[in-house]
Structure formats: C-alpha cells, structure tokens
C-alpha cells in the first residue's frame, strides 16, 4: 500500500488492524486508538480517498490502496491551513482525539470547502473531543475553511492533493 | 486492546471464487463486507472464525440500477451510496432517511446495506424498511440463486434463513406506482448510535386522497422488526384524518411488545412507538402528497 504517498511493503497476519499497521510498521504515530469499536474517531484516516476508521479495518483490506494520515498534511516543514486553524483556535487541550478531527475535516472541507455550522457538526458526529467542549474546534474548522476559499485554485488544489 | 483470534485471510477477485470458498468452508467461514459490524465482534472474540472471506473486491456487487418494476441494489452498495443516490430518493425513501441515520461519516463510507441485514440486528435502521418496501432479498450459492420475501429472510436476533454456502447478492425494492410515500424515523440511544426504535412505513392514496396501501413496520424489538396489520388496517380504505394516525400508533404500540433493556424500559419504547408511528404516517403522507 502507499502511505502519503510512499509505498509500503509489509507481510502481516491477517488479523493486523489498520491502526496497529500504521502505528507500528509505518511509524505514523498521528494514529491514535482509543475506543477501538468505532466511536470515537481518533483513529480516523483517509483510505482511497475515503475517510474511515482505521480500528474496524484489517490492514489486508487496504491491500494495494492508498492511505492518508495527518503526516501527510504539512508540507515543506508548513502546517496545512487545517492544522493551522486548530493551532490558531486553541482547538485541542490533550491532543489525543485531534489526529481523527484533523482528517475527518480534511475529509469534509475536501467535499464542501465552505460548510454551514450545521453540516460541520453533523459530518463530525463521529469524532469525539472530551477536553473542549467542541466550540473551538468548530472555530478551527470555521477558519481553515475561510483561509482556504481565499487561497488561489493551484494552490488549494495543492491543499487537497491527496 | 482487543484483538481477534487469528485467522485465515481470503480475498476473492470474482463471485465464483467466493462461491467456491463458502461452499468449501461453510459454516468455518464469515463473509467479510465493510467489516463494521464484523470486526467489533471478531475483536470482542464473539466471533473467531476460521476462514474470513473478503469480499470487498467484488466490484460487482456495488450498484443500484432500476428495471420496469425494481430498483436493485448491489449487496455491497455502502450506507452513503444509498443515502445520495437519485434513483433511490424518488422511489425509496424511506432506505435514504435511514442510510441518513446510521452511525457517522467514515462508518456510512465503509458499511453496506448487505452487510446490515445479513447481521440482523433487531435494531438496526435498515430492517424495518426491508419490511415496508416489502423487498425481495436475492441470494446466490453454487446450487443457484433464491429469492426471499423480507419477513423470510429476517429469523430473528442476528439470525437469517441465509444458508451457510450462500452469499446475499442484492436487494431488490418493488416499484409502488402512482401516489405513494415512505419514510423511515429513529430514536437513537444517543445521536449516530442504534435504534431504541425505529418505524418505516409506506402510504399510497389515489386522486381522491384515499389511502389504497399503507405499511407499518417497527423495529428495536425483539426477536425482530415486525409489520403492524392492525393498526395498517385502520389507515386503508379512507381519507385519512389525524384521528386515524393516532389511532393506527395507538394500536401499533399496544399490539407489540417491546422488552426492556439497560437501555430502555418496555413502557419508554411503547412511547416511541406511538410517537414515531404517528410521526413516520404524517410524513409518508406528506410526500404522497396527502397534504397539499
Ligand atoms: C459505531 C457504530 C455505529 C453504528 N450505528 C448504526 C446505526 O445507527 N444503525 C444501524 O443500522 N447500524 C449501525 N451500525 C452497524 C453498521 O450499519 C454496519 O455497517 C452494518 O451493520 C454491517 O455492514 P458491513 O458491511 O459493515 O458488514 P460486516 O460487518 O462486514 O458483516 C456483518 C455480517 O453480515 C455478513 N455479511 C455481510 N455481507 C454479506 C453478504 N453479501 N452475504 C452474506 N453475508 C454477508 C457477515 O458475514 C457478518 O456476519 C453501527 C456500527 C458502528 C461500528
């Protein structure tokens, strides 16, 4: 499989979830497992341009496919505007959940760069934050869209590449 | 953390090959689809099967295409294609609200209508519009292909008449044509989470505004969802008024017999019952155009 963008090639046992996949044969430690039954989201990724939740997927099912974790939103040692609107929000306190909002609002903005307060929230029903109390994050989520609708289309094209 | 027992790993690239490896395998081997209702219980080790059989690769089954009379749709067709589908909006509904209803984003992108009623959960959002739209549910094994009414297919908690070699292919929706309404609505134990109940239910009323069909079908009860012939009954034949709606959810919950769990009491999901009966009547009616 690639993994933002770089091939991967490992032979695991079958029952090898995703999430272990890339934690430990990937390093990509942005993946976090909390639940592991699928509610709570920190483990979300992108695979095959798809958000999805990397605790309730065999890293066989992803054979062959592409995967997107948050390692592969900075670029050249910058922040994405996503990353950067969490930062500039105060959007996380513990950071253990901000891994899965980061992707699930790459996810969303990826398909609605400008989304209503009403859609943000419904699109990350599934992601949950215990130390903000949300309202922040929603902020964060607000400006990333706002800094992105102005930004020219090579470059949001760049933003999105994934 | 939780992790499954071990197992064998099979992923068929045509329906043939799956084919062989249930009929080979039997009740050794799972079906594997989006995994979403699979996996937790492989992880709480409810299940350990042997040969798991992934099935994701069979491009095939992803569809929903229409004929005079059907609209079919792919076992492996996930919850957003079926909640952004057209074809599905204008003839069903009721599948599309509850597509709209299941758990979140990133579960919707990976779980599958097959997937959903092959797990038979009593509760989950599916089932009872299975029973409403009065769906064909077409199976396919080695020995050849079955089609099964709803009510026959859904045994009871996570239970199918589904046989061990078979594989669910498709579901298929009857066209109701003329003036006809469905909706589905669900009171979830809390928001994108399963049904304490959920109600699907179709109207058809003809020029005159009088109700020629209706179907009432609830879900969250055990052993399964179930249609309320009784309280159907009272819609059918006339120009429906209000009355009427709240005496069909009247007898609707008073005819089942839902259990209590530690998640609601009997008496809280008779409430439901009512409440959601009356609700999903209005606006089936509504989209039937009863009101305008
Ligand atoms: C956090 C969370 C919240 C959820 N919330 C809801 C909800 O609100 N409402 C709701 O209805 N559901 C809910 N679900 C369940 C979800 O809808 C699942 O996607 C669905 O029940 C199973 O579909 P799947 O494709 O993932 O099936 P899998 O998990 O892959 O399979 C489920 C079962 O069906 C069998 N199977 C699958 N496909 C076939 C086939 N084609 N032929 C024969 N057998 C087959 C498998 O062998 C297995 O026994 C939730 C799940 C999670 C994790």
């Known amino acids: ?162 | 953390m939780y992790y499954p027992k071990n197992f064998e790993y099979e992923s068929p690239n045509i329906l043939k090959e799956a084919l062989d490896l249930l009929e080979k395998y039997q009740q050794d081997a799972k079906v594997l689809a989006g995994g979403q209702s699979l996996i937790p219980l492989m992880k709480l080790r409810v299940l350990s099967p042997k040969i798991v059989i992934d099935i994701n690769k069979l491009s095939e089954l992803s569809y929903i295409k229409e004929d005079d009379n059907y609209i079919n749709i792919g076992a492996l067709t996930r919850h957003n294609e079926v909640l952004e589908s057209e074809l599905l909006s204008r003839y069903a509904k009721a599948l599309v609200d509850a597509a709209k209803n299941i758990a979140d984003h990133a579960i919707r992108n990976m779980g599958t209508i097959g997937g959903n009623v092959c797990h038979s959960d009593p509760a989950a959002d599916y089932l009872p519009v299975v029973l409403a739209l009065e769906a064909l549910l077409l199976t396919i094994s080695n020995k050849g292909k079955r089609t099964l009414k709803a009510d026959e297919f859904l045994m009871g908690p996570f239970e199918t008449s589904l046989l061990p070699d078979e594989l669910l292919l498709e579901i298929k929706i009857p066209k109701v044509k003329g003036r006809v309404g469905s909706s589905f609505l669900k009171f979830p134990y809390h928001q994108g989470d399963i049904s304490l109940i959920n109600v699907a239910t179709l109207v058809k009323i003809d020029e005159n505004k009088v109700v020629k069909d209706c179907r009432i079908a609830v879900g969250g009860i055990l052993p399964k969802p179930e249609r309320v012939k009784g309280a159907e009954d009272v819609i059918v034949g006339k120009k429906v008024e209000d009355k009427d709606i709240v005496e069909a959810s009247k007898i609707a919950s008073e005819t089942l017999n839902p259990q209590s769990d530690w998640m609601a009491s009997s008496e809280y999901r008779r409430a439901l019952i009512a409440t959601l009966v009356e609700n999903s009547l209005n606006l089936s009616l509504e989209r039937a155009g009863a009101r305008i």
């Open chain 1, 1 to 162: 499989m690639k993994v933002n963008g770089v091939l991967v090639e490992e032979e695991v046992e079958p029952r090898m979830l995703l999430s272990d996949f890339l934690r430990e044969k990937v390093d990509a430690l942005s993946v976090n497992v909390s639940c592991g039954v699928g509610r709570c989201g920190s483990c979300s990724v992108i695979l095959n341009g798809k958000l999805v939740k990397s605790c309730l997927i065999f890293a066989a099912m992803a054979n062959e496919g592409h995967i997107v974790t948050v390692e592969g939103l900075a670029k050249d040692g910058e922040l994405h505007a996503i990353q950067k609107g969490f930062w500039e929000n105060h959007a996380l306190q513990c950071g253990f959940c901000t891994s899965g909002f980061l992707m699930a609002t790459y996810s969303l903005l990826k398909k609605n760069l400008t989304p209503s307060e009403e859609e943000i929230r419904e699109f990350l029903k599934g992601n949950l934050c215990r130390c903000t109390g949300y309202t922040n994050i929603i902020d964060a989520i607000k400006y990333a869209s706002e800094t992105l609708t102005g930004i020219p289309k090579d470059k949001l094209k760049e933003a999105f590449r994934w």
